[in-house]
């Protein structure tokens, strides 16, 4: 795809004064040059132009608002000098898988004040002896060289004021660790009321089962009464019909009239 026709999908329908991140990689530059690009861009903070085939950034336009530039993957050599004249407040540059191969090519980069980091990745430059430290002595503006500071400790993975966000950080001054606190105690807080609802259901359980055994104890000793009586019953079937009236009428205190009648004859 052509730079232009790519211009014309990234501004969708927008003007380029309202835009502040171009990117335009993996497309086709005409003759290795810029094209496409204007003044007109005037807010552009952003500018991505990674593998499209540069050979010069000679017709990079006017963008003071350009902080960083991408332009890693391409074939240039040289001609550094354009960026301090046109990207003057530029802060964050990648020139890595270039053709740089000397540090007097980088020697125009100390026109950019602003400078805080430069990429040289992949560059014929970087196999040289006391590179870092000669970049470092040439650029005294960089905070990192390839990721790096001079002391070798890592560049942090973003920078607010590079991304053009300005945003804090949620964790700074604790507020992120008091929320997260927060939520910790308010999980704590939720288990513990969980485990004493189960802990309730489980008394509640307990005390159902003693009041069913209960239940079962009584039914045993009703049904131990009912068997004695039953068994009383039965014995008083089997006797004859007068001793079964007369052991009635001893159970009511009553006597028997022919009892009674045999003690008048007597």
């Known amino acids: 795809m052509e730079m232009i026709r790519r211009l ?16 335009l990689d993996n497309c086709l530059s005409d003759d290795g040059k810029v094209i496409g690009l204007s003044s007109d861009f005037e807010n552009l903070e952003f500018l991505s132009m990674i593998n499209v085939s540069l050979m010069s950034i000679s017709n990079l336009p006017k963008l003071n608002k350009l902080r960083k530039l991408e332009l890693s993957d391409n074939r240039i050599s040289g001609g550094l000098e354009v960026l301090a004249e046109r990207t003057p407040n530029l802060t964050h540059l990648n020139l890595s898988g270039n053709r740089i191969k000397d540090i007097n090519t980088l ?12 990429d040289l990745f992949n560059c014929e430059v ?12 040439l650029l005294p503006q960089l905070s990192y060289l390839d990721g790096f500071d001079a002391d070798d400790q890592e560049a942090p993975d973003s920078d607010p004021e ?10 700074e001054n604790g507020e992120g ?3 997260e606190g927060e939520e910790e105690n308010d999980d704590y807080e939720e288990d513990d009321l969980d485990e004493e609802v189960i802990d309730d259901e489980d008394d509640d359980d307990d005390d159902l089962e003693g009041e069913e055994e209960e239940d079962g104890l009584d039914d045993e000793e009703d049904e131990d009464e009912d068997g004695e009586d039953d068994e009383e019953d039965e014995a008083d079937d089997d006797l004859p019909r007068g001793e079964k009236r007369k052991r009635n009428l001893e159970d009511e205190g009553e006597e ?11």
């Open 107 to 118: 020697e125009p980069l100390k026109k950019l004040p602003n400078l805080r980091s430069l």
């Open 8 to 23: 014309t999908l990234e501004l969708r329908n927008k003007k380029p004064g309202e835009v502040k991140e171009l990117v």
């Open 162 to 171: 590079a991304d053009g966000d300005g945003v804090e950080d949620e964790y």
């Open 256 to 266: 028997d009239p022919e009892d009674e009648e045999d003690d008048e004859d007597d």
């Open 126 to 137: 970087t196999t040289l002896i006391n590179y870092r430290e000669s970049v470092f002595t």
């Open 177 to 179: 660790e008091d929320q």
